[in-house]
């Protein structure tokens, strides 16, 4: 059963940081490709950030010199490190790991809320 359980979502001021941690279990993680979703109310999904199982990272220009996606194969763990937060990033943010079969799977979300 593959599962992916994202942590580290709270309030934080304007120009604060924030680290999420997503957790996998049930996969091969290092064959994986990791992703960073978000979605504010009333919008859709957006890919945030992406890291490859290679390493090599893709990012939304909304995003870039900002946030930070990193994994530690040892611990079958992805995280982004979001830095400079502005009220735009409030969303929920979401995991998600596809294989080479191109099936993805997500995690349950954790709410990031920025607010002064």
């Known amino acids: 059963q593959v599962q992916l359980v994202e942590s580290g979502g709270g309030l934080v001021q304007p120009g604060g940081s924030l680290r999420l941690s997503c957790a996998a279990s049930?996969?091969?993680?290092?064959?994986?490709?990791m992703g960073w979703y978000r979605q504010a109310p009333g919008k859709q999904r957006e890919l945030v950030a992406l890291?490859?199982?290679?390493?090599?990272?893709n990012y939304a220009d909304s995003v870039k010199g900002r946030f930070t996606i990193s994994r530690d194969n040892a611990r079958n763990t992805v995280y982004l490190q979001m830095d400079s937060l502005k009220s735009d990033d409030t969303a929920g943010y979401y995991c998600?790991?596809?294989?080479?079969?191109?099936?993805?799977?997500w995690g349950q979300g954790t709410q990031v809320t920025v607010s002064s």
């Open positions: 998600s790991a596809r294989g080479h079969s191109g099936r993805q799977y």
């Open positions: 049930g996969i091969s993680f290092s064959l994986y490709a």
């Open positions: 890291i490859s199982s290679y390493g090599n990272t």
